[in-house]
């Protein structure tokens, strides 16, 4: 994923992996360097978004910022390696089923 979004555009991932600093929250206060700004945090949270299926998407699109996301995702995703690492180690310990039908 990393490669890809730096392809996408290198300061996109300078978004996600540093965060983000927000400007006004309200769009009235906002100038065009604000709304520039809000632009860069949304693109790389759109990226990440595309690559992801509905279920853990539903997972992270609560998050507030590009960096917030990812650290999720990082999270998601190493509980799931632990699980199929668990899976794995216990499938190699039963013994293969070697009878035929």
Known sequence: MEFFIKSLDFDHWSI???GFVEGP???KNMSLKDMGKAKLNAKPMHTLLCGLNDEVSKQVSFCKGAKDMWEKLEKLYKKEEMKCAKMDEK???????????
């Open 91 to 101: 499938s190699a310990h039963e013994e293969p089923d070697v009878s035929s039908n």
């Open 16 to 18: 996600i992996e540093d």
């Open 25 to 27: 929250k309200k769009k």
